[in-house]
């Protein structure tokens, strides 16, 4: 699914965000990208979708080195790739529903297609009852769970997260990762960046450690800083509880 070769990435500014880092994250797989501010996982993510190019060597996605793509290639590899943000990044003229079906109009799908999809997808992340809601009607929670039914209304294979939950308190960002890990189990791989260490803890996926844009750390099921972890133990794999239809707005 996604392969780096000796990838460097080095900002005009001088900066060295990612220096010489070799990784393979196989189909199916949910990663954590963990690590200070500044150490390279957002980079990497943005590597995986086009938003930067490297400096040096080959980025490899679903078998496409994306450092080759022409301009004109890359909404259409995009489509293949649901990418969730931080800052939500909502249409805020746009309610729940319209927000969604807006990134299948963009391709050019059908409009049978469309409703049939949309209520789908909006039932997975339990907002039936909050679609005619715009933005500023939900909460944080709420519009995160939004994002992510917009970048999963594709089917695409992978969904990358860049710090996902944030902004958003403990008892709701156990909800959105309850929500990526089901996601995961029903086939998608899951690459996130993240500081929330209670969660990546809990979870007890793959971990990918960065520190000045190399990656110092690679467990196949670990916690965010592993030495506490094997010395206390982890608080247990996060349940698969279904996620909570919202009440609709008032």
């Known amino acids: 699914m996604i392969e780096l070769q000796n990838v460097s990435v080095r900002y005009p500014n001088g900066v060295d965000a990612l220096r010489g880092v070799n990784v393979t994250i196989n189909p199916g797989e949910f990663v954590f990208l963990v690590g200070p501010t500044g150490s390279g996982k957002s980079t990497f993510l943005k590597l995986l979708y086009r938003e930067e190019r490297p400096s040096g060597g080959a980025v490899y996605v679903a078998g496409r080195n994306v450092a080759t793509l022409r301009p004109g290639q890359i909404p259409l590899f995009r489509r293949h790739i649901g990418v969730v943000f931080q800052d939500f990044r909502l249409l805020p003229y746009k309610n729940a529903w319209e927000n969604v079906a807006f990134a299948l109009q963009v391709t050019g799908a059908p409009r049978k297609v469309i409703h049939q999809r949309v209520p789908e997808i909006l039932s997975m992340v339990g907002l039936t009852a909050k679609a005619r809601c715009l933005p500023e009607q939900l909460s944080g929670g709420e519009q995160q769970r ?105």
Not at 166 to 187: C, K, V, W
Not at 208 to 215: A, D, E, K, V
Request: contains cysteine.
């Open 146 to 250: 939004v994002c992510i039914a917009r970048a999963l209304v594709n089917a695409p294979p992978l969904l990358v997260a860049d710090e996902p939950t944030g902004n958003l308190d403990p008892a709701t960002s156990l909800e959105i990762f309850q929500l990526l890990d089901a996601i995961h189990r029903e086939g998608t791989t899951v690459v996130v960046a993240t500081h929330d260490a209670a969660m990546v803890d809990r979870l007890q996926k793959r971990v990918l450690t960065f520190q000045n844009g190399l990656i110092t750390r690679d467990d196949h099921v670990g916690g965010y800083d592993q030495e506490q972890v094997d010395l206390f133990g982890a608080s247990g794999a996060a349940a698969g509880v279904p996620v909570a239809e919202a009440a609709a707005c008032g």
